[in-house]
């Protein structure tokens, strides 16, 4: 009888250390599971900082190069051609003006001032690059609504814009970048697409204003726009994707569902950040 309960006391010692060891075990590789989860979810996090990083430094070298390139495009167009227009002027109003007769100076005068006229009117163009005048005195929609009639008037492409809802403009720095993009998607939809046409819609909501650029020709998806903005080509991609972050925006590149023609959305919020 003293030998069953001993025999009883050392099978329940034995199950009760083998449970103990069990459960020891079962919480170390718990502790151990959650403390490698940790640690692969702190290092998914270093790496997404790191990427995002690196993107913003894409978009902060793309903005950078686009400035030095209009700035490089200036100097040479105020180089190459007003420098070489004011000094002709200059030739006739030199010092020998004095000493010609009266019809040789008028001819001199009148030839001199067309030359001079014709370096306003290029230092003009040069301004209007830089903010076209429409905008800056009518919005973004009259802008646009130009750019698109000029588009289609050249008959090589059918171009077409339409706003919906934009009785509340932007702000001048936000229509400028908006209208920029739209330039730059434009023209890579002439340069590349070979589109019989682009159409460009405007709606809006209480928050957000929306632009639509759709085409019937070669285009791209988000898939491609996200590889090309992440590799050395593509300047004008990036230039595009760093004006959206600066707007705070969004940019989507799809094809309808119908395989015929692509789509460009814009997302801008209202609420300007610049």
């Not at 646009?144 to 009785?167: C, M, P, V």
Request: net charge positive; proline share 2%; no cysteine.
């Amino acid at each position: 009888m003293f030998f069953l309960q001993v025999s009883a006391s050392s099978d329940v010692s034995k199950l009760m250390f083998i449970g103990s060891v069990g459960m020891i075990t079962l919480a170390v590789g718990i502790i151990v599971f959650v403390i490698m989860h940790q640690r692969k979810v702190i290092r998914y996090h270093i790496q997404m900082k790191k990427l995002e990083a690196e993107k913003q430094q894409i978009y902060l070298n793309a903005s950078i190069r686009f400035q030095e390139e209009e700035r490089q495009r200036i100097a040479a167009d105020l180089h190459d051609d007003a420098g070489p227009l004011l000094a002709t002027a200059r030739l006739y109003l030199n010092e020998n003006l004095v000493n010609q007769d009266k019809p040789q100076q008028l001819q001199s005068i009148f030839s001199a001032k067309q030359i001079l006229d014709d370096a306003i009117l290029l230092i003009r163009n040069i301004s209007h690059s830089l903010m076209p005048p429409t905008l800056k005195n009518f919005g973004l929609e009259s802008a646009t609504t130009d750019l698109f009639q000029k588009i289609s008037g050249s008959g090589t492409i059918n171009a077409s814009a339409r706003f919906h809802d934009y009785r509340e403009r932007l702000k001048v720095e936000q229509e400028l970048l908006v209208f920029r993009v739209i330039q730059e998607l434009v023209n890579n939809i002439i340069k590349h697409s070979n589109s019989a046409f682009i159409h460009l819609t405007q709606n809006a909501t209480t928050n957000n204003l929306y632009i639509r650029l759709h085409h019937d020709g070669k285009g791209i998806v988000q898939s491609e726009f996200d590889k090309l903005n992440h590799t050395s080509s593509g300047l004008g991609l990036k230039n595009i994707a760093s004006r959206i972050k600066v707007l705070n925006g969004r940019i989507l590149f799809e094809i309808d569902s119908s395989q015929t023609y692509y789509k460009v959305t814009l997302e801008i919020p209202k609420e300007s950040i610049i």
